[in-house]
């Protein structure tokens, strides 16, 4: 169960859901916020502006008309009270020894207000004042007049307008209101959208896992074909192509146990066959015991070769990490391999040649190395003409690699045949072959070995004329 959950977690529908409810909100939140503040301050400056305009005019007219002087002017009188009507505010006017003139709460008249801004303001400055958390406008300015005393024109008052910004909380209030509720349904209208995309966006992943499950269920037997954007079409062709390569790599084990059996079993029928045949005869002449006794000798060697070249192969099969790199002489090496193969070169009447180019010393596992050049002389002293054959064999290098060369003018391989013969158990000319001997594995055996030495083997042969291959190995072992 806990794990359940902690899949969904973790699943793709899940984060695209997430990611897709974030890019959404996340923005718009930011958007709203930003909003919702500009608009607050920007009326606050707008309202402070047009009721300072509105002082600023008044300040003038009471300055004219000498109102503090004479305060008893119900003209201005009644445009204090509209002021402080129309802005839900309050209107006070001090003269220069700060008492109050005039209060449009009639709360203050007579008193004394010293304030900073009061003072300020008989200094010339219109004071503004924004008190955020009590949501009120607060400002001063000075009413122009001859001060007592004084002989040039100053202030000899002050008008200070205090003026609510309930009605605009409201107003902002209900725009957070409102916002909030948009928000909110967004967000409602994006959960849904979000998970209908990412629905949508993992199904073809689902319709994929669900094939290959039918697929490994053996429910389908072709290829898997699902469809969806590029991503999970280009997913589908590599695990085709995987499947495909698992099915032909399959196959080839198959065979190749297959074949194994067969070719261990064809010399134990012949053995079954001869001992049988002598053991049905009641008086078998010495002579005929003795013909018998060595082929069944002749197929005891075969399997023997047989087992010993798969065995070989097994080898090769394993890591190259197997190989046991020293530094060989390969001049000497291939005298030896040449040395050994001369006596059957002479029974079959076939020249054997070794040219070397210059001394060659190279990094290379001798055993392998070794089973895999005797192979290609071996091979070549067997499979050619009874008269006037030759094998050559060449022994050169560069500054990287050293390349033999092992060239006969024996029966040659048909160009068919030319592309199987590493195959494993792959015999060119079946019915020649098994007069001349053999088990079909030597040149794979060769070729896994020269390509765990991460060099190359090449061919080329002409049916009739001969053959020649060449092996290039790298003077010194790369480490994969
Ligand atoms: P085998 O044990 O049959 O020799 P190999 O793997 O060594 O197995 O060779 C595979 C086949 O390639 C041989 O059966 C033979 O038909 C062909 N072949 C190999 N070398 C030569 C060669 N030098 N000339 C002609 N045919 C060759």
Do not use: W
């Not at 007579?110 to 010339?124: A, D, H, L, N, P």
């Not at 040395?339 to 990094?363: N, W, Y």
Request: some cysteine.
């Amino acid at each position: 169960m806990g794990k359940k959950i902690r899949g969904f977690f973790r699943s793709f529908v899940f984060r695209l859901v997430i990611l897709l409810i974030a890019i959404g909100i996340i923005p718009s939140a930011i958007l709203f916020t930003i909003l919702l503040r500009t608009y607050q301050s920007r009326s606050v400056d707008l309202k402070t502006i047009e009721i300072l305009n509105q002082a600023k005019i008044l300040a003038n007219t009471i300055s004219t008309e000498e109102y503090l002087q004479n305060p008893k002017n119900p003209g201005i009188d009644s445009q204090l009270t509209l002021l402080s009507k129309i802005y839900d505010g309050r209107v006070i006017v001090v003269n220069q020894a700060c008492r109050v003139v005039k209060d449009t709460y009639d709360m203050d008249r007579y008193k004394t207000i010293i304030s900073q801004e009061v003072m300020r303001s008989f200094r010339g400055e219109e004071v503004t004042n924004y008190d955020a958390e009590n949501r009120y406008i607060e400002l001063t300015v000075p009413v122009a007049g001859m001060a007592d005393g004084a002989d040039e024109p100053g202030v000899s008052g002050v008008l200070m307008v205090s003026v609510s910004t309930d009605t605009d909380a409201l107003n902002y209030s209900y725009l957070e209101r409102t916002g909030i509720m948009i928000l909110l349904t967004t967000l409602m209208v994006l959960v849904l959208l979000s998970v209908i995309i990412a629905i949508e966006m993992a199904a073809p992943f689902k319709r994929l896992s669900g094939a290959i499950h039918d697929f490994h269920a053996g429910m389908e037997n072709e290829v898997l074909s699902v469809k969806g954007h590029t991503e999970v079409q280009e997913l589908t062709e590599r695990i085709n192509s995987m499947t495909a390569s698992m099915k032909v790599l399959n196959d080839s084990r198959q065979e190749f146990v297959s074949n194994v059996s067969h070719e261990l079993k064809t010399p134990l029928t012949s053995m079954k066959v001869l001992a049988d045949s002598l053991n049905g005869q009641e008086s078998v002449p010495i002579e005929l015991y003795q013909e018998f006794m060595a082929d069944i000798t002749v197929e005891i060697d075969r399997e023997n070769k047989i087992i010993s070249d798969l065995l070989s192969l097994v080898r090769m099969d394993k890591a190259a990490a197997d190989l046991s790199v020293t530094s060989v002489n390969i001049n000497d090496l291939v005298e030896i391999i040449l040395k050994r193969c001369k006596p059957i070169a002479d029974k079959q009447g076939v020249e054997l040649v070794f040219e070397s180019f210059r001394p060659v010393t190279a990094e290379i596992d001798e055993v392998k190395m070794s089973l895999a050049i005797s192979n290609l002389v071996e091979n070549a002293i067997k499979y050619n003409r009874t008269e006037g054959g030759y094998v050559h064999v060449s022994l050169n290098a560069d500054y990287q690699f050293f390349y033999v060369t092992v060239e006969d003018n024996g029966i040659g391989i048909p160009e068919e045949s030319q592309d199987h013969i590493f195959e494993r158990f792959y015999r060119a000319d079946k019915s020649h072959s098994r007069e001349i001997g053999g088990t079909g594995l030597g040149l794979a055996i060769t070729r896994s070995a020269i390509l765990m030495h991460r060099g190359a083997i090449k061919l080329h042969s002409v049916e009739g004329e001969g053959t020649t291959f060449t092996i290039r190995v790298p003077l010194n072992y790369i480490e994969s």
